[in-house]
């Protein structure tokens, strides 16, 4: 030890972990509670299933879920997302929108062979 004469530093063990209540990850409430309200909409309000149904329904799609997601849903998420830009590369070829104008299509195209 440097300095015996100084009382080590204290470090909070909660540092860097994720926020939960219980064995819940934080993360995973926003999604819970919107599967909720839009299966109560759907199953009681337009199909009149009732509670019960809707109680079972719901409690399938949360752990259906959870178990798609695990403890980060951002990373399942991210995954959907279109990438930064118009003209991204993909194993080493350029993707070129086939919503794009021809002319536009053979500028990419011809950018790329020079």
Sequence with gaps: MLYPDKEPVRV????????SF????ASQLIPWFAIIIISYFIFDGVLGWGIPKVAVISFWLIISWWLLTGKDPDNYINRFRKPKGCNWASGGAIYVSPLLSKTARRQLKRGKNS
């Design 12 to 19: 909070n063990k909660i540092l860097g972990k994720q926020a």
């Design 22 to 25: 219980g064995f819940i990850p």
